[in-house]
């Protein structure tokens, strides 16, 4: 079981709404099809990088539900798998860099936008 957010990088929406449908077309476009596969841009890198270096993805740190974090990462968006019991504290942290980093992050399981 994991908790699911979605950083990506692009114009903040101005609503929920308007973020779950941009959400919608982005995982769609580059991340549900494995036709083409699209590097992640430099900030996506970059911000990955963060995470993960505060947050490590081997395979023992009980923190990611499929690492490697950047192998969910695709053109502007990442896709976070966090497991469950790490998930409130990672999600935070994680939320809070994406600000930082100027990147949008959406939570799709309560269809919202984070702080």
Same mark, same amino acid.
């Given at each position: 079981?994991s908790?699911?957010?979605?950083v990506w990088? /692009?114009?903040?929406?101005?609503?929920?709404?308007?973020?779950?449908?941009?959400?919608?077309?982005l995982?769609?476009?580059y991340?549900?099809?494995?036709?083409?596969?699209v590097p992640?841009?430099?900030r996506i890198v970059?911000?990955?990088?963060?995470?993960?270096a505060?947050?490590?993805?081997d395979? /023992?740190?009980?923190?990611?539900a499929s690492?490697?974090?950047?192998?969910e990462?695709?053109?502007p968006?990442?896709?976070?798998?966090?497991?469950?019991?790490k998930?409130?504290?990672?999600?935070?942290?994680?939320?809070?860099?994406?600000?930082?980093?100027?990147?949008?992050?959406f939570?799709p399981?309560a269809e919202?936008?984070?702080?």
């Amino acid at each position: 079981m994991s908790y699911d957010l979605a950083v990506w990088d /692009g114009d903040r929406p101005l609503n929920d709404g308007q973020a779950g449908s941009t959400y919608d077309e982005l995982f769609e476009r580059y991340l549900e099809s494995d036709d083409v596969v699209v590097p992640p841009v430099p900030r996506i890198v970059a911000y990955v990088e963060a995470l993960v270096a505060r947050y490590p993805d081997d395979e /023992g740190s009980g923190v990611w539900a499929s690492p490697p974090v950047i192998g969910e990462a695709s053109g502007p968006m990442v896709y976070l798998l966090m497991s469950y019991g790490k998930a409130e504290e990672v999600s935070e942290y994680a939320s809070a860099l994406a600000r930082e980093h100027g990147l949008v992050c959406f939570d799709p399981q309560a269809e919202r936008l984070r702080p």
